[in-house]
């Protein structure tokens, strides 16, 4: 595994692993037995950065994925980076697969999720801690404030924004330096890109959630339908009928490019992210062990400049389908 540096002093592996679909999003909850043994696995692999939500979880257990990793972590603590994310609660009495996000980034608010997910966690500090949504009621100013307060206290080291655009992050980092920005970022979704400058100007890093676009990119899925209620791609439009075969081409121009690096449409995806700029981690899910050892050899396929370039202008002209972008953001 490599490593990289976010903001001024985080170094984490140059692929995180996402744990969120551990225990929500993606049907019911994996074992815990069997997702211990995989959290030990990728820590002997080289990952050092694992990233979690208080939010991560199902009706019954709203927390699992937080205290899945506390306790799991535990013996690695001193040799792992964890983040974890506050400020947001799940509207559970809509009807919809993905219930609507809820925002709620008041100080007290966040004075508790903050002690929470310490006890969770199993740990006296968090890595880094990041704002799930902006919340319109709260300007980020204020969250910025607490954010420093809790460094000083030293219950957290570093904090970012999660979905956010320039003006929100330069307004932010004028209170509290940010490390990091995690936003959704894959070959399908590029709408973040226009933000480069501004992450580079304040060296601010990139977290990439959903980086394969929750799995399509790695060519496993075409054709298969997802019908558990509890699983976000029974509605995702990438991997649907029609979905499917507009994506044709991408999936054509990642199976092509693969074959020439020796590599999986999967490690090109993130390979392709990884070489665009030195502080941009991917943080891929899976629950599965020849995925987890697949995505940390993405570190190691080099793209040069002019083959990144080469993808970036296929992407721009090529028909794809529409991507999933996430739940629906409910003003309390």
Known sequence: MKYRTLGKDMQVS??????????????????????GEL?????????????????????????INEELLGEMLKPYRHNVVIGTKFGVHFDL????VNKPVV??????????SVEDSLRRLQTDHIDIYYQHRQDPNVPVEEVAGVMQDLIKEGKILRWGLSEVNEDTIRRAHAVCPLTAVQNRYSMMARHYEPLFPVLEELGIGLVAFSPMANGLLTGAYQGQTFTDKTDYRSIMPQF????????????????????????TPAQISLAWMIEKKPWIVPIPGTRKLNRLQENAGAADIELSQEEVA??????????????????????R
Do not use: W
């Not at 649907?240 to 020796?262: P, V, Y």
């Open 310 to 331: 080469a993808l970036d202008t296929a992407l721009e002209h090529m028909e794809m389908s529409a991507v999933f972008g996430g739940s629906q953001i409910k003003v």
């Open 14 to 35: 140059s692929v995180g692993l996402g744990c969120m679909g551990m225990s929500h999003g993606y049907g019911s909850p994996a074992d815990k037995k069997e997702m």
């Open 93 to 96: 009495t809509a009807s919809t």
């Open 240 to 263: 649907s009928a029609e979905g499917t075969a507009q994506n044709a081409a991408l999936f054509q121009l990642l199976h092509d490019t693969a074959e020439r690096k020796n590599a």
């Open 103 to 112: 925002p709620d980034a008041r100080p007290e608010v966040i004075r508790k």
């Open 39 to 63: 959290l030990g696995k990728a820590v002997d692999m080289g990952y050092t950065f694992f990233d979690t939500a208080e939010v991560y979880g199902t009706p019954e257990n709203p927390h």
